[in-house]
């Protein structure tokens, strides 16, 4: 076989796959709908600077995002009990909500006892949506978190939660490099991304090693909406963390509640069966690491 058949063949069964993907997340309201080869690169009309971190759908649609996932499949029934499983007691812990979004963890943390909460996110619309919910109860501002968190103070943090968020950020050195300089000694991170095996469904180059900025199209608040991520592999998340002070307490992949199969019996069936998030829990030594 000669190499310019061989890579029309590879791009032909990652048509196959994409399409499988479209047809099965369509089934219950999640569209997640790939472009072709040709028009992905010129699909989204942002530069890669102004994005991922800015997408409509947590500005434009984030009082709609907000009412989706009061009770969706993927955040409420999978995701949020799956991280939320890794958190220990909170009762009178400084906590940073990052990525805080319309701010469900917020309540939750409230909930848990936390004494201070600290809610961040790069959406001043979402932020908006937190202080109303929440007033002075917590602490909450806007900050791009590629940009790292200048406003928070070297080992002020007892945890930091960070839910779907890092796979919209490019440099996971510098994220993680932050997060190690505000956790206190013996402190923690639990943070969820979307899976490395998951999203090399996704992957237009077919070399699972490389980070490609994936764009998509998702209809999580009713109607499709231009969003973009970064796929990478497991490796690069892991070093991202080791290098930087952190230990890896726990890693888990999840489990869907069976609430959900009330909601969409479809979904709940692939994500039974299949990996969709992964989930970790990160601590700082109370002896800091140096870096490796």
Not at 114 to 127: L, N, W
Not at 157 to 186: Q, S, T, W
């Amino acid at each position: 076989m000669r190499q310019g058949e061989s890579h029309v063949i590879f791009r032909v069964l990652r048509l196959v796959t994409l399409l499988k993907r479209f047809k099965r997340k369509t089934g219950c309201y999640l569209l997640n709908q790939k472009r072709s080869l040709a028009d992905n690169s010129a699909y989204l009309s942002f530069s890669h600077s102004e994005f991922p971190m800015k997408s409509d759908l947590y500005s434009t649609y984030a009082k709609k995002y907000d009412l989706a996932i009061q009770d969706n499949v993927y955040n409420a029934h999978l995701e949020r009990p799956s991280l939320q499983a890794m958190l220990g007691d909170l009762m009178g812990l400084d906590v940073l909500d990052l990525g805080c979004g319309s701010g469900i963890y917020a309540e939750y943390l409230k909930q848990q006892s936390a004494q201070k909460i600290t809610c961040i996110d790069i959406a001043e619309e979402m932020i908006a949506i937190v202080q109303a919910k929440m007033g002075d109860r917590v602490t909450a501002y806007a900050q791009d978190l590629s940009l790292g968190l200048p406003g928070e103070a070297n080992e002020s943090a007892d945890v930091v939660v960070c839910p779907l968020v890092i796979h919209y950020l490019e440099n996971l050195e510098d994220f993680f490099c932050e997060v190690n300089r505000v956790l206190k000694p013996g402190g923690y991170i639990v943070f969820s991304t979307h899976h490395p095996f998951a999203d090399f469904e996704c992957s237009l180059s077919g070399n699972y090693y490389e980070r490609e900025l994936i764009n998509d199209v998702w209809d999580t608040v009713g109607v499709p909406v231009k969003v973009a991520f970064y796929r990478r592999s497991l490796t690069e998340i892991t070093r991202a963390i080791t290098g930087n002070g952190l230990v890896i307490e726990a890693l888990s992949e999840g489990a869907v509640s069976e609430k959900a199969q009330a909601i969409c019996p479809e979904t709940y069936n692939y994500l039974s069966r299949n990996p969709n998030f992964i989930f970790l829990k990160c601590c700082k030594p109370m002896v800091s690491q140096k870096k490796i």
